[in-house]
């Protein structure tokens, strides 16, 4: 069957160390992948996408990898703060295209400590 | 720029009720999707449409769920009967046509279903 699995349990970290989140998925081939930030109380927000045929993309402390062949894709936050403290959810398209449904992880939540 | 916004934040109604939600996308937008989260569970599909049609409706759970967006600009989510399972948060979402497959998301609305 298809799935999407993101760490369950919270990621603690100290404030100033680089948070990593994984996202693993079976059994779909996604043209590409998204990371959204979710805040208690809100609606997603769109962080980074990353193509199929792309290892890695950076934005400021940001920086997605993605591996086809392990069908995992990692998260960093680094120089992380108090403030990246929210939960981070990894989605996909299944089907490419800018027009696609996105098929969603359920998300790691990360609480930075100062 | 406003942003996707929805009404009612939150809804509690009673089991058989009627309940409408309504989400406006941000101007411009042809792409609408509607999706949901259940307790604990992962954000789900459920619809999407291009302008007025409807491109995939492969996510509605049954058919007392009824999606409307009319002339192509807000969308309209109504569940009737509504069942104790349909309580959880549910989410619009909007995005260019020929965007990069970033969607812009609410920040969702509230059922309870008692």
């Known amino acids: 069957s298809q799935k999407i699995e993101q760490n369950s349990e919270a990621l603690n970290i100290q404030e100033g160390k680089t948070a990593t989140l994984t996202c693993n998925y079976t059994?779909?081939?996604?043209?590409?992948l998204q990371w959204y930030r979710q805040d208690p109380g809100r609606g997603p927000v769109f962080l980074l996408l990353?193509?199929?045929?792309?290892k890695e993309k950076r934005k400021e402390r940001l920086k997605v990898t993605f591996d086809t062949t392990l069908k995992q894709s990692l998260f960093h936050i680094t120089a992380s703060q108090p403030a990246d403290s929210a939960t981070y959810l990894c989605?996909?398209?299944?089907?490419?295209?800018?027009?696609?449904?996105?098929?969603f992880g359920t998300g790691t939540l990360l609480a930075v400590q100062p | 720029e406003a942003g996707v916004t929805q009404f009612p934040s939150h809804s509690v109604i009673e089991k058989g009720q009627t309940v409408t939600l309504r989400c406006d996308p941000i101007?411009?937008?042809?792409?609408l999707y509607w999706y949901r989260r259940v307790m604990g569970k992962e954000i789900k599909f459920l619809l999407h449409?291009?302008?007025?049609?409807?491109?995939?409706e492969s996510g509605m759970p049954n058919n007392r769920f009824l999606a409307e967006r009319t002339g192509g600009t807000y969308s309209t989510l109504k569940v009737q009967p509504a069942e104790l399972e349909d309580s959880g948060v549910y989410f619009c979402?909007?995005?260019?046509?020929?965007?990069?497959?970033?969607?812009?998301f609410g920040p969702g609305t509230r059922l309870t279903v008692t």
């Open positions: 990353i193509r199929e045929n792309e």
């Open positions: 449409f291009v302008k007025e049609s409807k491109q995939d």
């Open positions: 989605a996909l398209a299944p089907y490419g295209g800018a027009t696609n449904k996105l098929i």
């Open positions: 101007s411009g937008h042809d792409n």
């Open positions: 979402a909007s995005s260019w046509l020929a965007g990069g497959g970033e969607q812009y």
């Open positions: 059994n779909y081939s996604p043209a590409y």
